[in-house]
């Protein structure tokens, strides 16, 4: 499977916790995004790189949210202290560049108890 | 606020039927209108795009009809089918900058057979 791959496919953990998500992309594609779906809403944007730099991120990713993507391969996102309103799908996808079709992993669930 | 406004929310067709769902935005700078299918417990998969250069675009039994002076643009999806039951999504993004794309609400599809 060459698609974009996510882990762990679903995370449960208590309210305080850290979480740590990881995304493997398509293979050379030079863009990697991460966004965030709430039940019975769209994706948004939460922050983006191109290769290893981390070029823009929303007001939704507040400051106990950090991505990486050390190498400009896998990228890791990290949610400290999770609070119930963290709970949501988040989202990666990867493009070749910015103009180019964005294509999607199947994500990681996040259950806050 | 949300940029992209999507209608209508769920969709009821009988198999062989044309389902039509749209998508309306007001920020010029979008340049790039994909759609997304979404079956449960899965990521958006992409399934047609198209730029303001041209008013239709015509894949298989999908076609995008786009009306830029209406800043409007338009799914349609001809002699559906029970597996076309999923949530579809339209989404814009603009030109420069992150290029990530802002979703519509989804619409929730049910072809009945």
């Known amino acids: 499977d060459t698609g974009v791959s996510q882990d762990p496919r679903h995370k449960i953990t208590k309210r305080g916790q850290n979480v740590t998500f990881r995304c493997d992309p398509i293979s050379e594609h030079n863009r990697l995004y991460w966004y965030r779906q709430t039940l019975g809403q769209g994706p948004e944007f939460l922050t983006y790189?191109?290769?290893?730099?981390?070029?823009?991120k929303s007001r939704l990713l507040s400051d106990r949210f950090s991505a990486e993507r050390p190498k400009g391969s896998f990228s890791t996102l990290e949610i400290q202290r999770t609070e119930q309103g963290d709970s949501a799908m988040y989202l990666c996808?990867?493009?070749?560049?910015?103009?180019?079709?964005?294509?999607f992993g199947d994500g990681t669930r996040l259950s806050i108890l | 606020q949300q940029q992209v406004k999507q209608s209508p929310q769920s969709l009821i067709v009988q198999k062989g039927g044309i389902s039509i769902i749209n998508c309306a935005y007001e920020n010029t700078a979008f340049d790039y209108f994909p759609w997304y299918q979404q079956f449960p417990g899965k990521g958006p998969a992409l399934l047609i795009a198209i730029r303001p250069d041209v008013s239709e675009k015509k894949e298989g039994r999908f076609t995008i009809s786009f009306n830029k002076s209406a800043k409007q643009f338009s799914l349609h999806i001809m002699d559906s089918q029970p597996g076309d039951s999923a949530t579809y999504f339209c989404a814009a993004s603009k030109r420069t900058g992150a290029n990530n794309l802002f979703f519509g609400t989804g619409t929730r599809l049910t072809v009945i057979p």
């Open positions: 790189f191109q290769n290893e730099a981390q070029l823009e």
């Open positions: 996808a990867s493009s070749p560049n910015g103009r180019q079709p964005q294509h």
